[in-house]
């Protein structure tokens, strides 16, 4: 049963434009949100996360977005660079405090920003 | 990768052999996650420990897999009598305290092919 679903395994963008990664979740016990990058051959490191009691938290080109009630997050970037490039992980937690032992991992959406 | 070191990186076991993977924390961590990925999943956690204290095993297995962080040396995730299903990208992370996933840091993996 897979609670958090990324529906698009891979996106292709074009350098300078908007890169829009999507992340569902079924379980509405979940309360805090992370989004992590990966590169080939690399562990996942973090990236960005967001809490249920906001719906937007910014970082530099990275913001995400959650629509709480559509059970619904996106990750941007603004502007896509080709260093971008990478498999980009949503994970959920039930505990507010986003324990790392109580993560569940959607299956990842591999980014291609081209020249 | 931020300096959590596996090994060893690739593993090729025979059904019925043992799997060891070993996981260095950072240093100053004494907090340690083992988190698997099964092909098209995305990572899922398995067990969480302090040293020499298992805090949450409750996503190993009921057979066949144990984890041990000992007070001195890496942690090991010890998997007995491996089946292909055990085929997975095995990831260590480590955090100072009991944290948040966003402050928490991964190895490179451990990949595990069962012939």
């Known amino acids: 049963d897979q609670q958090v679903k990324q529906n698009s395994p891979s996106l292709s963008v074009q350098e300078g434009r908007i890169s829009i990664l999507n992340c569902d979740y079924t379980n509405s016990m979940f309360d805090y949100f992370l989004w992590y990058k990966k590169y080939p051959a690399e562990g996942p490191t973090f990236l960005i996360s967001?809490?249920?009691?906001?719906d937007k938290n910014e970082d530099g080109r990275f913001t995400v977005f959650l629509n709480k009630s559509a059970k619904h997050l996106s990750l941007h970037i603004v502007p896509s660079q080709p260093g971008d490039s990478a498999v980009y992980f949503c994970?959920?937690?039930?505990?507010?405090?986003?324990?790392?032992?109580?993560?569940?991992f959607g299956t990842g959406t591999r980014l291609q920003v081209t020249l | 990768n931020a300096g959590v070191m596996q090994n060893p990186r690739h593993l090729v076991r025979r059904r019925g052999q043992e799997a060891r993977l070993r996981c260095s924390p950072m240093?100053?961590?004494?907090?340690v996650y083992w988190y698997r990925q099964l092909p098209e999943e995305g990572l899922k956690f398995m067990v969480y420990?302090?040293?020499?204290?298992?805090?949450?095993e409750s996503g190993m297995p009921k057979e066949r897999f144990s984890a041990e962080f000992p007070k001195e040396g890496p942690s090991i995730l010890r998997i007995q009598q491996v089946v292909r299903g055990d085929s997975a990208a095995y990831f260590c992370a480590s955090s100072p305290l009991g944290s948040s996933g966003n402050t928490i840091y991964f190895g490179e993996g451990s990949w595990l092919t069962v012939v």
């Open positions: 240093k100053g961590h004494s907090h």
């Open positions: 967001i809490s249920s009691i906001k």
């Open positions: 994970a959920a937690s039930a505990d507010i405090t986003g324990t790392a032992s109580k993560l569940t």
């Open positions: 420990l302090q040293k020499e204290n298992i805090i949450d």
